[in-house]
């Protein structure tokens, strides 16, 4: 199946400068051994980006420009049977990219494996970064005004999956246990394994649903491992739970309609740690998408 592998060059989601340097990076390294196509979106430079904490809105303009453009151009690859893998850039533009998958899918479940739930709305949120509010917008829960450019259906939360969340604030987690979607924490992918865990959250994404969608955030990783994230969330899981998580997905990839991986921020990295895991993660998930049969039947749970 043909490959297209978009760079969301963007930082505006979040107040730390640098995620937007991310996919250019990546997709550089990329070139190595990825001989198929690849599109860059970059923010306008002539941007000047807001970082104040105490505002709620945070370059909200210039994330809906960035991400009608993002998505419309992943829709209309996704028509051509392109399977879609976009590379972040901050959490903000995933709200793009799974719509792009419900829009061109129609019934979808999602997978989001992160520190941070996603789950903020403009009246919950401490910090107004905006990619904080990311998760609740694609679920339809509050946040509308981020996805005017999406005229498809949302991502119900009953086939939503968080997997590896450590961080909420009071405000968010009455978000979530109000949203019905399906948590499982840090915690426990430790104590159940990640196998046991993924195969809940493919269950639950992919029941009744075309297949899923795929969001993994860096940030699930321990920073001592994995320091090259915007905001990065200690006792998280190891390099080696990482690439489980990974193998899981790549096992089971003929359920999985797009992925992305997100947060790389290089000016955080040490070592290029961070860029190492990244690359290692994008190179078994691109060798699964161009493998990937293109009419296979779903499995349905």
């Known amino acids: 199946m043909r490959t297209m592998i978009f760079g969301a060059g963007t930082d505006l989601g979040v107040h730390i400068d640098g995620a937007d340097l991310g996919p250019v990076q990546l997709m550089n390294d990329l070139k190595s051994f990825y001989k198929g196509e690849s599109m860059l979106l970059s923010k306008d430079k002539s941007i000047i980006k807001s970082r104040n904490l105490s505002d709620r809105r945070k370059n909200e303009y210039e994330i809906e420009k960035f991400n009608s453009l993002l998505y419309k151009n992943i829709v209309d690859k996704t028509k051509e049977e392109y399977f879609p ?56 829960y509050k946040n509308s005004d981020l996805r005017s450019y999406h005229d498809g259906k949302i991502i119900q939360t009953s086939k939503t999956v968080i997997v590896g969340v450590r961080n909420m604030q009071s405000g968010e987690k009455d978000n979530v246990r109000y949203s019905g979607v399906t948590v499982f924490t840090t915690q426990d992918i430790k104590e159940k394994g990640v196998e046991t865990v993924m195969e809940e959250a493919f269950k639950i994404a992919g029941f009744k649903t075309k297949g899923v969608h795929i969001c993994y955030d860096l940030d699930i990783i321990d920073p001592d491992i994995c320091p090259g994230v915007s905001i990065p ?48 993660i994008l190179a078994q998930i691109i060798r699964a998408a161009e493998n990937k049969k293109k009419f296979e039947q779903k499995t349905y749970y």
């Open 85 to 140: 893998i976009m590379i972040g850039g901050d959490r903000s533009a995933e709200m793009a990219s799974a719509f792009a998958s419900a829009k061109s899918n129609i019934d979808v479940g999602m997978i989001w494996i992160a520190s941070h739930a996603g789950y903020d709305t403009f009246e919950s949120t401490v910090s107004g970064n905006l990619n904080g509010l990311s998760l609740a917008a694609i679920n339809g």
């Open 233 to 280: 969330e200690f006792d998280g899981i190891s390099e080696e739970e990482a690439m489980q998580i990974n193998e899981y997905i790549v096992k089971n990839f003929k359920d999985v309609l797009s992925f992305d991986l997100v947060e790389f921020n290089p000016l955080r990295d040490v070592d290029r740690k961070t860029e190492q895991i990244a690359l290692n």
